[in-house]
Protein backbone atom coordinates (compact mmCIF):
# COMPACT_ATOMS: atom_id res chain seq x y z
CA UNK A 1 0.00 0.00 0.00
CA UNK A 2 1.26 3.35 -1.03
CA UNK A 3 1.06 5.16 2.66
CA UNK A 4 2.76 8.28 1.36
CA UNK A 5 0.10 8.88 -1.09
CA UNK A 6 -0.46 12.91 -0.76
CA UNK A 7 -3.45 15.06 -0.13
CA UNK A 8 -6.54 13.32 1.92
CA UNK A 9 -10.02 11.96 1.02
CA UNK A 10 -13.19 12.98 2.23
CA UNK A 11 -15.91 10.35 2.77
CA UNK A 12 -19.63 11.22 2.53
CA UNK A 13 -22.25 9.66 4.25
CA UNK A 14 -25.84 9.51 4.74
CA UNK A 15 -28.19 10.56 7.21
CA UNK A 16 -29.41 14.10 8.38
CA UNK A 17 -28.45 16.41 6.05
CA UNK A 18 -25.10 18.59 6.70
CA UNK A 19 -24.90 22.20 6.64
CA UNK A 20 -23.75 23.69 3.51
CA UNK A 21 -21.08 25.73 5.87
CA UNK A 22 -19.25 22.50 6.72
CA UNK A 23 -18.05 21.57 3.18
CA UNK A 24 -16.60 25.10 2.65
CA UNK A 25 -14.32 24.70 6.14
CA UNK A 26 -12.56 21.83 4.45
CA UNK A 27 -9.65 22.34 2.14
CA UNK A 28 -10.33 21.01 -1.37
CA UNK A 29 -10.12 16.86 -0.96
CA UNK A 30 -8.32 14.60 -3.82
CA UNK A 31 -10.53 11.88 -3.67
CA UNK A 32 -14.04 11.83 -2.50
CA UNK A 33 -16.12 8.57 -2.15
CA UNK A 34 -20.15 8.72 -1.51
CA UNK A 35 -20.94 6.07 1.03
CA UNK A 36 -24.92 4.86 -0.76
CA UNK A 37 -27.25 8.05 0.16
CA UNK A 38 -23.68 9.94 0.59
CA UNK A 39 -24.34 10.71 -2.78
CA UNK A 40 -27.45 12.85 -1.43
CA UNK A 41 -25.96 14.50 0.86
CA UNK A 42 -22.88 15.51 -1.53
CA UNK A 43 -25.41 16.86 -4.38
CA UNK A 44 -26.64 19.09 -1.62
CA UNK A 45 -22.91 20.54 -0.74
CA UNK A 46 -22.42 20.86 -4.12
CA UNK A 47 -19.80 17.86 -4.16
CA UNK A 48 -19.16 15.36 -6.68
CA UNK A 49 -17.85 11.80 -5.49
CA UNK A 50 -15.30 10.06 -7.64
CA UNK A 51 -16.58 7.06 -6.54
CA UNK A 52 -20.40 5.86 -4.70
CA UNK A 53 -20.08 2.93 -3.19
CA UNK A 54 -22.61 0.66 -0.84
CA UNK A 55 -25.56 -1.61 -1.69
CA UNK A 56 -27.67 1.73 -3.06
CA UNK A 57 -30.94 1.02 -0.52
CA UNK A 58 -31.66 4.73 0.19
CA UNK A 59 -29.37 6.84 -2.53
CA UNK A 60 -31.99 8.59 -4.43
CA UNK A 61 -32.76 6.99 -8.08
CA UNK A 62 -32.62 9.73 -9.76
CA UNK A 63 -29.37 10.93 -8.14
CA UNK A 64 -27.84 7.47 -9.00
CA UNK A 65 -28.67 7.59 -12.54
CA UNK A 66 -27.44 11.12 -13.20
CA UNK A 67 -23.63 9.46 -11.49
CA UNK A 68 -23.99 6.92 -13.90
CA UNK A 69 -24.48 9.60 -16.70
CA UNK A 70 -21.60 11.70 -15.72
CA UNK A 71 -19.65 8.45 -15.51
CA UNK A 72 -19.11 8.54 -11.68
CA UNK A 73 -17.53 5.05 -10.72
CA UNK A 74 -20.62 3.28 -8.93
CA UNK A 75 -19.42 -0.05 -6.92
CA UNK A 76 -22.61 -1.77 -6.07
CA UNK A 77 -22.52 -4.52 -3.13
CA UNK A 78 -25.25 -6.45 -2.34
CA UNK A 79 -28.11 -5.66 0.48
CA UNK A 80 -26.38 -8.85 2.96
CA UNK A 81 -23.61 -8.08 3.84
CA UNK A 82 -20.97 -7.53 6.88
CA UNK A 83 -20.19 -4.14 6.90
CA UNK A 84 -22.08 -1.33 6.44
CA UNK A 85 -21.88 1.58 3.70
CA UNK A 86 -19.89 3.94 5.62
CA UNK A 87 -17.49 1.03 6.18
CA UNK A 88 -17.07 -0.33 2.54
CA UNK A 89 -16.20 3.23 1.85
CA UNK A 90 -13.62 3.87 4.54
CA UNK A 91 -12.06 0.52 3.47
CA UNK A 92 -11.83 2.09 -0.07
CA UNK A 93 -9.97 4.93 0.66
CA UNK A 94 -7.59 2.68 2.61
CA UNK A 95 -6.96 0.69 -0.26
CA UNK A 96 -6.28 3.61 -2.19
CA UNK A 97 -3.47 4.52 -0.12
CA UNK A 98 -4.73 7.62 1.12
CA UNK A 99 -3.01 8.52 4.77
CA UNK A 100 -5.88 10.92 6.19
CA UNK A 101 -9.57 10.92 5.47
CA UNK A 102 -12.30 13.13 6.97
CA UNK A 103 -16.05 12.12 7.26
CA UNK A 104 -19.12 13.91 7.22
CA UNK A 105 -22.61 13.21 7.28
CA UNK A 106 -23.39 10.11 9.28
CA UNK A 107 -25.69 11.25 11.86
CA UNK A 108 -29.60 12.08 12.74
CA UNK A 109 -30.74 8.38 11.22
CA UNK A 110 -31.11 4.94 13.02
CA UNK A 111 -29.22 5.34 16.23
CA UNK A 112 -27.49 1.90 15.87
CA UNK A 113 -26.12 3.40 12.75
CA UNK A 114 -24.54 6.52 14.46
CA UNK A 115 -23.05 4.63 17.29
CA UNK A 116 -21.73 2.08 15.20
CA UNK A 117 -19.87 5.09 12.35
CA UNK A 118 -17.98 6.06 15.64
CA UNK A 119 -16.65 2.58 16.78
CA UNK A 120 -15.58 2.43 13.37
CA UNK A 121 -12.88 5.25 14.05
CA UNK A 122 -11.62 3.16 16.38
CA UNK A 123 -10.28 0.23 14.20
CA UNK A 124 -6.77 -0.39 13.37
CA UNK A 125 -5.55 0.88 10.12
CA UNK A 126 -3.30 2.50 8.14
CA UNK A 127 -5.04 5.83 7.75
CA UNK A 128 -5.77 9.42 9.52
CA UNK A 129 -9.18 8.94 10.28
CA UNK A 130 -11.81 11.80 11.71
CA UNK A 131 -15.68 12.62 11.87
CA UNK A 132 -16.55 16.13 11.48
CA UNK A 133 -20.58 17.21 12.04
CA UNK A 134 -21.69 20.82 13.05
CA UNK A 135 -21.51 20.03 16.01
CA UNK A 136 -17.86 18.35 16.86
CA UNK A 137 -14.69 16.71 15.54
CA UNK A 138 -14.60 13.10 16.72
CA UNK A 139 -11.14 11.41 16.78
CA UNK A 140 -9.83 7.89 17.80
CA UNK A 141 -6.30 7.30 19.59
CA UNK A 142 -5.08 3.96 20.18
CA UNK A 143 -1.78 3.35 22.61
CA UNK A 144 1.34 5.66 21.43
CA UNK A 145 -0.86 7.72 19.74
CA UNK A 146 -1.59 12.03 20.40
CA UNK A 147 -3.22 14.56 18.66
CA UNK A 148 -2.96 18.55 18.85
CA UNK A 149 -6.69 19.97 19.63
CA UNK A 150 -6.55 23.82 19.09
CA UNK A 151 -8.75 26.15 21.47
CA UNK A 152 -9.95 27.92 18.51
CA UNK A 153 -11.94 25.57 17.05
CA UNK A 154 -14.12 25.00 20.75
CA UNK A 155 -12.91 25.09 23.87
CA UNK A 156 -14.85 21.61 25.08
CA UNK A 157 -13.57 18.34 24.86
CA UNK A 158 -14.38 15.20 25.86
CA UNK A 159 -12.23 11.99 26.44
CA UNK A 160 -13.89 8.17 26.69
CA UNK A 161 -12.23 5.03 27.15
CA UNK A 162 -13.38 2.54 24.93
CA UNK A 163 -13.19 -1.17 25.47
CA UNK A 164 -11.34 -0.94 28.79
CA UNK A 165 -9.24 1.46 30.62
CA UNK A 166 -7.56 3.78 28.88
CA UNK A 167 -4.19 5.41 30.15
CA UNK A 168 -4.06 9.47 29.04
CA UNK A 169 -2.02 11.99 29.56
CA UNK A 170 -2.67 15.58 28.33
CA UNK A 171 -1.42 19.12 28.66
CA UNK A 172 -3.45 22.33 28.11
CA UNK A 173 -6.59 20.75 29.46
CA UNK A 174 -8.26 22.17 32.52
CA UNK A 175 -8.12 19.19 34.59
CA UNK A 176 -5.13 17.25 33.28
CA UNK A 177 -5.69 13.38 32.29
CA UNK A 178 -2.73 12.38 33.81
CA UNK A 179 -4.10 10.90 37.39
CA UNK A 180 -5.78 7.86 36.75
CA UNK A 181 -6.61 5.52 34.15
CA UNK A 182 -10.02 6.43 32.58
CA UNK A 183 -12.71 3.99 32.74
CA UNK A 184 -15.12 2.72 30.03
CA UNK A 185 -18.65 3.97 30.79
CA UNK A 186 -17.63 6.83 33.31
CA UNK A 187 -18.25 9.90 32.32
CA UNK A 188 -15.22 11.34 34.16
CA UNK A 189 -13.38 12.59 30.98
CA UNK A 190 -17.09 14.52 29.67
CA UNK A 191 -16.39 18.15 29.06
CA UNK A 192 -12.97 18.76 29.86
CA UNK A 193 -11.62 22.95 28.78
CA UNK A 194 -9.19 23.52 26.66
CA UNK A 195 -7.13 26.52 28.47
CA UNK A 196 -3.87 27.06 26.13
CA UNK A 197 -4.03 27.67 22.32
CA UNK A 198 -4.11 24.08 21.74
CA UNK A 199 -4.33 21.04 24.05
CA UNK A 200 -2.36 17.78 23.55
CA UNK A 201 -3.89 14.61 24.45
CA UNK A 202 -1.99 11.32 24.18
CA UNK A 203 -2.80 7.53 25.07
CA UNK A 204 -0.30 5.64 26.83
CA UNK A 205 -2.06 2.57 26.65
CA UNK A 206 -5.58 1.50 26.08
CA UNK A 207 -7.54 3.01 23.28
CA UNK A 208 -10.28 6.25 23.59
CA UNK A 209 -12.86 8.68 21.55
CA UNK A 210 -12.26 12.50 21.52
CA UNK A 211 -14.85 14.18 20.85
CA UNK A 212 -13.88 18.17 20.07
CA UNK A 213 -16.54 20.26 20.58
CA UNK A 214 -17.20 23.31 17.85
CA UNK A 215 -17.80 26.66 17.94
Known sequence: MDTTKPGW?????????AKPTLAEQLDKPDWIVAADSGLDQANRLGLTPDLVIGD??????????????????????????????LELAID??????????????GTGGRMAHTMANAMLLLQERSIELDWL????????????QERTYLGTNGPLLS?????????????????????????????????????DNAAIVGVSDGQALIIHERN
Open 9 to 17: ALIIAGGKP
Open 56 to 85: MDSVQPASLAAAESAGIKIKRHPEDKDATD
Open 92 to 105: AVTTAGFGRATIIG
Open 133 to 144: TSRARTTALRSG
Open 159 to 195: VLAIGGPALCHSTGLKWPLADSPLLPGSTRGISNEII
